[in-house]
């Protein structure tokens, strides 16, 4: 008798997605008890954040001697990739919007806007001055205890310019203790991990229980004008730009898959951030470009989020029955462009930002609290394409860099890991 096939973790997820849905839809109620077992996973996967990139982060700066410019250089290539890129999803989304008009004909009378008028509330304080402040944390423990990224990714820098001008023993032993630390909780990810179907299972059916099936008509218009907007973006910006930088896509598909579907079922970037990196690394992108671009781009290459943020904004003036010309369209654009840097960290984020620029156009909160019936559904969608993104800026980094070595695994991977994330190596063209 034939040995039957261990099922793979993507298999696995798929599966207790489809079973999650069935139970989030034969028991409601019940399935709501299940909600423990999805914050486990999340709050699993979320201990394991500040170290990872702490650790990866210094190693890949200060780890590669005293060349800062290299390190400037890269800094530079990625912002610039990053606002080239967010800037196209801004234009993509806003013709969407404008195109179908899914806030056309809504009725904004009997929406609470209780909380959206918190939103509002909550969202006015968030300048750019307030951004920068933001940014240079006053306790690095607390920035870690609430995996504020940025403030975690601006502390490792500094630190690790500063441990690059120490000399001799104190700075061996420092880049050994950190590299023990990354390679350990790249396994500890590989162990909770093990974990993921049953975290996810829970989280689609407590969705699915919460807000029923029949939410997918609710706002449905607005729902498919953003799904369809986002392949768009995938088509006609993400996959040029992975063919130019001669991507093996393939490959890349391979070993983005799990964390975008960790992504697409738990909302949550961090979440798959862990799996992400690792997987990143295992096709070839060394691990100083994963550590510093993928943790940035969380917070400046939110392709996704923002081009939600053109359509629901848009959509508010839509729905309130507010023309808006191009150019006032386009002001509003870069208002979002510049508020909505920086806070991926904050939940709901999207709509954080989304109800201060409503607030700050004179456009209706209610807005936003018919879109919180539906958000988590949308929010599936663009945070995939969040990780997707920055997943091949990294992969685009290191080209730029020349530093791409697909032939080539990761030294704390072993072969057999290396095929289970990113798959066997694509032919050599004939």
């Not at 034969?26 to 399935?31: D, L, M």
């Not at 170290?51 to 890269?74: C, E, N, Q, S, Y």
């Not at 607390?142 to 975690?152: F, H, P, R, Y």
Request: include cysteine; aromatic fraction near 6%; proline fraction near 6%.
């Amino acid at each position: 008798m034939a040995k039957l096939k261990r099922p793979s973790l993507t298999q696995m997820i798929l599966l207790s997605m489809v079973i999650g849905t069935l139970v989030g839809w034969a028991f409601p109620e019940a399935s709501q008890q299940l909600k423990p077992l999805s914050n486990i996973f999340l709050r699993m996967i979320k201990s394991i954040i500040a170290p990872i990139i702490f650790a990866t982060l210094v190693m890949g700066i200060a780890g590669h001697g005293d060349d800062m410019k290299r390190v400037g250089r890269l800094a530079l290539k990625s912002l610039i990739y990053f606002e080239i890129v967010t800037t196209l999803a801004l234009f993509i989304g806003l013709a969407a919007v404008n195109l179908t008009r899914p806030g056309v004909g809504v009725v904004l009378a009997g929406a609470d806007a209780s909380k959206a008028q918190e939103m509002g509330q909550t969202a006015q304080g968030l300048t750019v001055g307030g951004f920068l402040e933001h940014v240079v944390p006053t306790s690095i423990v607390e920035a870690m205890t609430k995996n504020e990224v940025l403030q975690i990714v601006f502390w490792s820098i500094l630190f690790a310019v500063a441990l690059s001008q120490v000399r001799g023993r104190p700075k061996e032993m420092m880049l050994w203790t950190l590299e023990g630390l990354s390679e350990v909780m790249f396994k500890f990810t590989g162990i909770v991990m093990k974990y993921a179907p049953i975290g996810i299972g829970a989280a689609i059916a407590v969705t699915v229980g919460h807000s029923g099936l029949g939410i997918l008509w609710n706002l449905g218009k607005l729902i498919l004008t953003l799904y369809g907007a986002l392949v768009v973006f995938g088509l006609l910006v993400l996959l040029p730009v992975a063919l130019i930088a001669k991507v093996p896509v393939k490959r890349f598909i391979r070993a983005v898959k799990d964390p975008a579907l960790i992504a697409f079922s738990t909302t949550s970037s961090e979440a798959a951030l862990p799996r992400a990196m690792q997987a990143m690394e295992a096709i070839g992108v060394p691990r100083r470009i994963v550590a510093f671009v993928m943790p940035t781009g969380y917070s400046f290459n939110l392709d996704g989020t923002t081009l939600y943020l053109a359509m629901a904004s848009v959509f508010a003036a839509q729905a309130a029955g507010i023309h808006m010309s191009f150019s006032e369209q386009m002001v509003m654009m870069l208002t979002l462009m510049l508020t909505s840097k920086g806070v991926a960290a904050v939940p709901r984020a999207s709509l954080v930002i989304l109800s201060g620029t409503l607030a700050s156009f004179g456009l209706p909160l209610e807005a936003v609290a018919l879109i919180l019936g539906v958000d988590e559904l949308m929010d599936m969608a663009r945070t995939t394409v969040n990780l997707v993104g920055n997943c091949l800026a990294t992969v685009v980094m290191a080209r730029w860099e020349n530093d791409f070595h697909p032939e080539a695994p990761p030294p704390d991977l072993s072969a057999d890991e290396v095929i289970t994330i990113a798959g066997p190596p694509e032919p050599a063209p004939a």
